[in-house]
């Protein structure tokens, strides 16, 4: 295994919170993860499962979807691509690798299209990825358990929801 070095100053930063949204109509009240990246880039729409998922390994995560009344549809919210994420084999860092424009824009007739696209790369410090994915988990619990009202999560039925566990860090072996 091929031993990577790290500097901490470059990598990318994220915070994850859970923002609700309570739907009068179908008095709902749902729950999505918010990802904040570097302090200014904010993500909204985003499947709470497919996150918690991404903890575990290396792959190609729906981490992009519609959110608006619990639709949970990615092609709905103009996404087409799944989010790569790569686990180094060290267990160092978490790396995303995003369309780039995420989403299909409206164009000057007014009709949907999906621009020719690079891609972003997010390098994440993989503790930190685990562990505030893991607090943002347990917050939403919480969040849950106190809503007055019919509660909903993206990814989830409720009561996988309360018993979904993500990735807990653990220190990696010592260098051999
Ligand atoms: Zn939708």
Wanted: hydrophobic fraction near 35%.
């Amino acid at each position: 295994m091929k031993q990577i070095r790290i500097d901490q100053k470059k990598l990318d930063k994220i915070e994850v919170s859970f923002v609700s949204q309570f739907y009068e109509s179908l008095d709902t009240e749902q729950f999505t993860p918010c990802l904040k990246i570097n302090g200014n880039t904010t993500f909204q729409d985003i499947d709470t499962k497919e996150l918690v998922e991404s903890t575990r390994a290396t792959g190609h995560f729906w981490l992009f979807v519609c959110t608006r009344y619990g639709c949970g549809q990615p092609e709905c919210g103009g996404f087409y691509d799944q989010a790569t994420v790569l686990h180094d084999s060290s267990d160092l860092t978490v790396t995303w690798i995003l369309r780039s424009p995420l989403q299909r824009e409206l164009n000057k007739n007014g009709q949907w299209w999906l621009p020719a696209s690079g891609y972003d790369v997010y390098v994440f410090d993989r503790r930190e990825y685990l562990e505030s994915i893991s607090a943002a988990l347990e917050e939403g619990k919480r969040l849950v358990a106190a809503s007055k009202h019919e509660a909903n999560i993206i990814g989830y039925a409720m009561e996988n929801f309360m018993k979904a566990e993500s990735v807990k860090w653990e220190p990696p072996p010592p260098l051999g």
